[in-house]
């Protein structure tokens, strides 16, 4: 069990960062003893760092002969450290106070403000992540994971196929892969970070996962087709999902005012969300929806497409709705055309896809009668 860090613990730490952040090739005749004296209530920490032919290391203590003396409040230097506070500001209002010549003082941010080197970082985003820059690509083939646990029995498949054919009379090929199919085995991702610590992007876990998601790696578009469950993803899928975490890197860069880890192999890839549910309203999707913005950002994979179909079931077993499943169908296959020839689908097919054309009282009223029964049975 995680317990919380103590004052000590969290001040050897700092302190040991401090000293890989020491700037030796800049530096490499500097020598210096920085005693710091941190109070937090009633207890006092020492802790000093000595720096010298090159080397900086710190120690618990005091030591005999210090070059500075640094008194402050515990919370004060953290705020120091963090940035949240400028070390002069700090001294000059007397949030801290010094013992020895200020010189040592101000060398510290350039002493220990070396530059971490991390290669292969790729700040500037992608063009293709950009709808207005995109160059879309018709694809020769789509990849298609189908995370219904019903496989192709359900409804999910039963829309889903209808995109597949307009996919199809665009002239693309189609791969479906039902990853609720008993022989594929996908655990959990362990939460390990060994893909990041020592085997460079390779999972520990030796299952179907890997070979899925370098077909989804390899894919210039993938399709996730699945259910809504609890206003999210069915298990199976969500765990494939979770062990995507092998792509990026341990490091980490901006992005649109926000903060992503770099990939570890850039590509350019899209997808697509396909869902069904049983509740007649679209706002359901709304978490959903939002799951996977983050992870397009979060996977530099745009979502080019978002389709949707709320009361899936009560339509297709509604008496009255005949017409209107048929209008929801052709919509769909002309969905698929749309996103194979121009990466995107037009408003009027998406409204045409996820309307509610049952009147919102006799679908409740429908829907109650048909459990009703089912249950009697």
């Not at 005999?64 to 515990?74: A, N, R, T």
């Not at 298609?144 to 646990?149: A, D």
């Not at 341990?250 to 990939?263: D, S, V």
């Amino acid at each position: 069990m995680i317990k919380m860090l103590s004052t000590k613990e969290i001040l050897s730490t700092l302190f040991s960062y401090m000293v890989n952040y020491y700037d030796w090739e800049r530096f490499p005749d500097f020598e210096a003893i920085y005693q710091f004296i941190l109070k937090e209530g009633e207890q006092t920490f020492h802790y000093y760092i000595s720096i010298a032919k090159g080397k900086a290391e710190y120690h618990e203590g005091e030591h005999e002969s210090p070059s500075i003396k640094i008194y402050s409040p515990v919370s004060v230097w953290l705020d120091i450290a963090s940035g949240r506070l400028n070390g002069f500001w700090g001294l000059i209002t007397r949030k801290y106070r010094i013992e020895g010549p200020l010189s040592y003082l101000k060398q510290m941010d350039k002493v220990f403000g070396k530059k971490i080197d991390i290669p292969e970082i790729e700040e500037k985003i992608a063009d293709y992540e950009d709808p207005k820059k995109r160059i879309w690509k018709k694809p020769d083939k789509v990849l298609v994971i189908n995370g219904s646990p019903r496989q192709e029995k359900g409804f999910t498949f039963f829309y889903l196929q209808y995109l597949l054919k307009g996919f199809e009379k665009a002239e693309t090929e189609v791969e479906v892969i039902n990853i609720y199919d008993k022989h594929i085995n996908i655990e959990p991702c362990r939460g390990c970070s060994t893909c990041w610590t020592k085997t460079d992007g390779v999972c520990v876990i030796k299952d179907d996962a890997n070979d899925l998601l370098e077909k989804i790696g390899n894919a210039y578009l993938t399709v996730y087709a699945f259910p809504l469950y609890i206003e999210s993803i069915p298990a199976k899928l969500k765990a494939l999902l979770d062990r995507r975490f092998i792509i990026i890197l341990p490091y980490f860069i901006p992005y649109c005012n926000l903060t992503r880890h770099p990939l570890r192999n850039k590509k350019e890839r899209y997808m697509v969300l396909f869902s069904v549910c049983g509740l007649p309203e679209i706002e359901h999707f709304k978490p959903l929806v939002e799951t996977f913005k983050g992870m397009a950002r979060g996977s530099h994979t745009p979502l080019i497409a978002t389709i949707l179909r709320p009361g899936a079931e009560g339509l297709y077993g509604s008496p009255y709705g005949k017409e209107y499943l048929k209008k929801v169908l052709e919509s769909l296959e002309q969905a698929g055309k749309e996103i194979i020839e121009k990466g995107k689908v037009s408003k009027n097919v998406m409204k045409a896809i996820s309307k509610n054309y049952i009147p919102l009282a006799a679908w409740r009223e429908g829907a109650n009668w048909y459990w009703y029964l089912k249950r009697e049975k």
